[in-house]
């Protein structure tokens, strides 16, 4: 993991969001990943997507678990503090600690082996409470860091670089996603930033679970003919379903869409997004459409991508628990300790 | 010969019958009249269907240990019948209910067998299946009061008091007392030699169970987040926790909750939620036995190379494995002081009955958050779920929650720069920021090596000065945590060294042994590291009796491994078949020793 900090030179011109910050003040040390790495996309594209919802920096936690995905929160946004965890377990501490303060912006930055193999009881355990943060799966069908076994994702067929092609069923985060309840799912692709950043902005601010899967080429050991997790795979078998602009609480929502095929969504909080279908025929507040149309493309080798199912409607886990809006780390001990006399008084029942 | 308020009952009955109920009431009776109790639980894991005893041991010298004795047995299963006929000690009493005949081969002549149409009588007095089979339990109750003269009025008082809201239950109850009181008053002398009578030595005291002890103890300390997993015997510690939450943290207007309690996937979860929760600054805790530990170990190692404050209760069961979920052992001691892999050690709370679970509950909290370190508190289910009279619990109001070395926004705006791990005071405790509160403060909390700085590094010499360092944190430890508990005199060459719940037996045995003129000195450890005191109790003795529950005598390889104590001095006596240690097993292991020609 990197420990090289970038050297702050900034031009006077930059462009500078609400809270006079730049760019620049989103990023974080220089990342160590292979040239070419899709996660190094997938970075930038959360820098610039904080960086235009003029995010605080300290108002954000950056959450992993262990792999080459897990490596990246280092590489964003250095002033917000970050917790690398163990093993697949990034959900139960950004669990934790969206417990302890609500008011946090929560990104979780996951790979397929932290999250479809080891940490997929928590993962699926994070969805059923509605927690809400913003998860993020850098998705490349192999384990990098311990050089290319194939992860819970790859596909039936897919080639290694070497060996025999994997056999097992991948397991798929979107479906799974869809099948728990997960009330924010889209997918993406690390090459295509014009899509991935305002989906990773709606999922920023969506309240509850929100799961964006992006394909993140491995260049290094999974990125040749016969993957079908590789930069050309997936630009040919791409399939885009769903656009997403995001749209401020400030701006009045007059982004001219065709009816029927676009539809804005209003956020808590006063945003809104504008769901652009590509496919008419796509209906992304229906779970089981939604499924039907994910599972026919999956059949015809297809990639689905975009906004794939959203539901702002359901509460997410403070809410289903009736817990106080105030951060119950900022609850102070006076209102916590039912005091001296009262311990006298309750002790009764044990005589 | 009579003999007042020095008498064991044991109730033997088939679990899901409600005999929980009945049993607490005959315990909580005689507490009333001002004589000491002991309750023990002796159960399967089961639900419904399996033999099932209770034991109440009415103590008038207020010991805290089990007795091996049973003087008087109520054996309503028959299941067991013959096994607790063999129980009763010589010159005791038996209760069975003779609605139905018993084997004549299942005979004593050393012992009063006494037979009560239970089932008979609670047919013709009460309808329905239920309602008989609870019945017979409350007239086991009124056979044992009138046998052992236990105040009538004080059990209607108690019925009056738990069923306050319906009336109706307690007349039914009192006529299901009366038919079992009546009974034995009618056909046989009452009451015993072996009696009960009224004294002041219960003033003052509570009776509880650890587990509700420790769930207060978090209450009182402001726990906010409890994350956990259900395992026996841990799982009534979070219970009771949200038991005295929806009392006492639910806003008055808007019914809002100021706690957070989830019930995680797995251990692995539940530990992680605590780390997330206290690294932002929550107090949060989770209760578990010996299996959850094992999963938690992963995580307990991060928090201890991160710096991240966690508070764990252990309620200890028997092992290895799955072992024998409802019974008790002092068995995950070495597995919790150097939990996970890579060189770690961990702070432990030893609590030798509920009270100490509820003042170490708060400990926990604060020593965790001073040394920003996992901190354990090793109960076990003895004391976990057994019934325990103790002092009444106190609360002192001046208490402020040590929430340790956390530089505010205030003390962010200040700095030039923040760094994580630095030795500034050289106490090896480091400073540390919550997230939210400056962007000054931000930091990179990782497992992977890490500099003073907080920095990423695969540097040696980095590496190992933030190692060392975490050595320097457990000295500091040392002089935190709560001393022992030590009686010395100096006439005595050899003591009783224990921990948690070996605590009763042993001080009952140190009596008993003085009245055989042996004197024995008596350390109680009450944490781990071991503090300087302990390391000079064992210097001045040339014989130390190591008293655990465990097989593999665990405290006395910690007290080698911390303080370098003498092996040759430290002599095992260890009980570990899954029942609490009682006096007697202490005794005796103490007189063997001493007639193999070990010192006094």
């Known amino acids: ?351 | 010969m009579a003999t007042v308020n020095d008498v064991v009952i044991k109730i033997a009955t088939v679990n899901g019958t409600g005999s929980a109920s009945a049993n607490g009431l005959l315990r909580k009776s005689i507490f009333r009249m001002g004589v000491p109790v002991v309750g023990k639980n002796y159960f399967p894991s089961n639900i419904q269907g399996l033999p099932t005893w209770y034991e109440i041991r009415v103590t008038g010298d207020g010991y805290q240990a089990r007795s091996n004795r049973v003087d008087v047995m109520v054996a309503m299963n028959a299941q067991t019948y013959a096994k607790d006929l063999a129980d009763v000690a010589p010159g005791g009493w038996l209760i069975y209910d003779s609605t139905w005949p018993r084997s004549s081969l299942l005979n004593r002549d050393d012992i009063t067998i006494i037979g009560i149409p239970f089932s008979r009588m609670c047919n013709e007095q009460f309808d329905g299946a239920r309602a008989r089979i609870l019945m017979k339990n409350i007239a086991y109750v009124g056979s044992v009061a009138a046998l052992l003269d236990i105040d009538l009025d004080i059990i209607t008082a108690l019925l009056e008091e738990t069923f306050a809201e319906k009336q109706k239950l307690v007349a039914s109850n009192m006529k299901a007392i009366r038919l079992g009181y009546d009974y034995v008053m009618e056909n046989f002398p009452c009451p015993l030699p072996m009696r009960v009578e009224k004294m002041d030595a219960s003033k003052g005291h509570i009776v509880i169970d650890g587990n509700t002890a420790a769930g207060l103890g978090c209450m009182y300390a402001g726990a906010t987040v409890g994350a956990w997993y259900p395992i026996t015997p841990s799982t009534s510690l979070m219970d009771a926790f949200r038991d005295f939450c929806l009392l006492y943290r639910h806003d008055p207007e808007t019914d809002k909750r100021t706690y957070c309690i989830i019930q995680a996937e797995d251990e692995l979860a539940a530990i992680g939620m605590v780390l997330g929760a206290n690294w932002m600054g929550a107090r949060s805790f989770t209760s578990t036995s010996g299996p959850g530990i094992s999963l938690m170990s992963e995580f307990i190692g991060f928090a201890y190379y991160a710096e991240i404050p966690a508070v764990i209760f252990n309620v200890q069961r028997t092992g290895p494995s799955t072992g024998m979920p409802t019974r008790t052992q002092q068995c995950d001691i070495v597995s919790c002081a150097y939990a996970s892999h890579g060189d770690t050690m961990h702070v432990l709370l030893f609590p030798a009955d509920p009270a100490e679970c509820f003042t170490m509950a708060v400990n926990a909290f604060d020593l965790a958050e001073r040394l920003q370190t996992p901190v354990m508190v090793l109960s076990d289910l003895d004391i976990g779920m057994n019934d325990w009279m103790v002092p009444e619990l106190e609360w002192d109001e001046d208490y402020v929650p040590d929430r340790g070395k956390v530089l505010r926004a205030e003390d962010l705006e200040k700095m030039e720069n923040f760094y994580r791990y630095l030795d500034v005071d050289g106490d090896g405790i480091p400073y540390r920021t919550l997230p939210g509160v400056h962007p000054k403060g931000a930091y990179f909390t990782r497992g992977s090596g890490h500099t003073k700085l907080g920095a990423y590094t695969e540097n040696s010499d980095d590496y190992q000065e933030v190692v060392d360092r975490l050595l320097v944190k457990w000295e500091t430890t040392r002089i935190m945590v709560p001393e022992a508990e030590i009686r010395y005199s100096t006439f005595n060459k050899a003591a009783i060294l224990t921990l948690g719940s070996g605590d009763g037996a042993c001080k009952e045995a140190l009596d008993r042994l003085e009245a055989q003129n042996v004197g024995l000195n008596y350390c109680r450890v009450r944490a781990f590291p071991f503090t300087d005191a302990v390391r000079d109790f064992i210097s001045k003795h040339d014989v130390i009796y190591v008293v655990e529950q465990n097989r593999d005598a665990q405290l006395r390889t910690l007290l080698i491994n911390d303080i370098d104590a003498d092996q040759n001095k430290l002599v095992s006596l260890l009980h570990y078949n899954g029942m609490p240690i009682n006096a007697g097993f202490v005794v005796e292991a103490v007189l063997a020793e001493i007639a193999k020609g070990r010192a006094a």
């Open chain 1, 1 to 351: 993991m990197t420990y090289i900090a970038k050297p702050k030179i900034s031009h006077p011109g930059l462009p500078k969001n609400k809270l006079g910050l730049t760019l620049r003040d989103y990023e974080g040390t220089v990342s160590t990943l292979c040239a070419g790495c899709g996660h190094d996309s997938v970075t930038a594209a959360l820098i610039q997507a904080v960086f235009e919802l003029d995010v605080e920096p300290h108002m954000l936690a950056k959450m992993s678990g262990i792999g080459c995905s897990s490596k990246t929160p280092a590489y964003f946004v250095n002033q917000s503090h970050g917790f690398n965890s163990v093993h697949g377990r990034m959900p139960s501490v950004t669990t934790g600690a969206n417990a302890a303060n609500r008011d946090l912006m929560y990104i979780g930055v996951s790979g397929d082996g932290d999250s479809l193999s080891i940490g997929v009881g928590q993962f699926v355990h994070a969805i059923r409470r509605n927690l809400n943060m913003c998860y993020v799966i850098e998705n490349n069908g192999v384990y990098g860091l311990t050089k290319g076994q194939f992860s819970a994702s790859a596909d039936i067929g897919s080639l290694p670089k070497k060996g025999m092609p994997n056999q097992q069923e991948p397991i798929d985060p979107v479906s799974t996603a869809l099948s728990l309840g997960a009330t924010y799912i889209a997918r993406s692709f690390s090459g295509d930033k014009e899509q991935l950043v305002p989906l990773l902005k709606g999922a920023i601010l969506h309240r509850g679970f929100s799961l964006v899967d992006v394909i993140s080429p491995c260049v290094t050991f999974n990125d040749h003919e016969g993957s079908t997790k590789s930069y050309s795979h997936t630009r040919q078998h791409y399939n885009h379903v769903v656009n997403v602009d995001y749209i401020h609480p400030s701006e009045e929502i007059k982004a001219s869409y065709a009816a029927g095929e676009a539809m804005p969504i209003h956020l808590h909080g006063g945003d809104s997004i504008i769901l652009r279908k590509v496919d008419g025929g796509y209906d992304p507040t229906s779970r089981a459409t939604a499924f039907k149309y994910l599972r026919e493309r999956f059949n015809a080798g297809e990639i689905t991508t975009g906004l794939l199912y959203v539901n702002e409607l359901r509460d997410e886990m403070h809410e289903l628990m009736g817990n106080t809006e105030t951060p119950l780390c900022q609850v102070p001990f006076e209102a916590l300790n039912p005091g001296k006399e009262e311990l006298a008084r309750l002790q009764a029942r044990y005589r």
